[in-house]
């Protein structure tokens, strides 16, 4: 008989239990931020500081923190003269390099976050230098980027402790024009960065758990299954 009483007061018991925290639960939910930026920069480079509003942690208890990085190369201008007295043919590569600086933003163990994109990569004929450094005439080779190219790259931070809190995450974003000569003999090349324009927008997402606060119906049904317990109870001690 005892056991018979027992066993009814633990299933009102547990069916009390669960409809709290069926009730008390919450699903995850994201936060986004976006930010936009441009910047047209000429032979000196001009680096972008963004900033993000931090996770408030009376919002919940924070999950995951991802980033979605986009840029584009609107434009590109760079020059090559070779200097020596005779034709070379040269290897010459140009690519555009965008830097990420933030918070536990790393590409490996030591580096910061990057991204890059390829401009141009191929051989070129250098003809004999004509005597005169103006970057002009065949001893020349004026790279024009003349139709927009760009990336996505989308990074975790290491910790997610600098993005909680109620002030704000700061971002750099350096970007850098860069190029390389290589074989053909060209040993004293000359070489002007006339600048580029890079757009792009960075977006950030937190995801969350909300804090599981009961609603009063569910303190009420707590409150039921609890009383059906006591009574129960209550009968099984009379009866005894």
Known sequence: MIGHWLKRI???????????VELGSAEADQIIQTRDYGVVAGNVTVPVDLAFDQFDPHLGALSDVEFVFEFEVRSASIDFENTDASPKVAHVGIEKIVNY???????????????????FEGLVNFGAFD???????????????????????????????PYVGTNTVPLEI??????SISSGGLT??????????LIGAVTLRYNFGPVAVPEPSTLSLVGIGLFICFSLFGTWLARS
Do not use: C, K
């Not at 633990?10 to 709290?20: E, H, K, P």
């Not at 600086?101 to 401009?119: E, I, K």
């Open 10 to 20: 633990l299933q009102y018991s547990a069916w009390a239990i669960l409809v709290a």
């Open 101 to 119: 600086v933030g918070p536990g933003l790393l590409a490996h163990s030591d580096t910061a976050l990057f991204d890059f994109v390829n401009l």
């Open 131 to 161: 005597g005169n450094p103006d970057f002009m005439g065949p001893d020349s080779f004026n790279f024009r980027q003349v139709i927009p190219v760009g990336h996505i790259l989308s990074a975790t931070p290491t910790s997610l402790s």
């Open 174 to 179: 350096i970007g850098i024009l860069g190029a």
């Open 188 to 197: 004293n090349p000359s070489g002007r960065i006339n600048g580029d324009e």
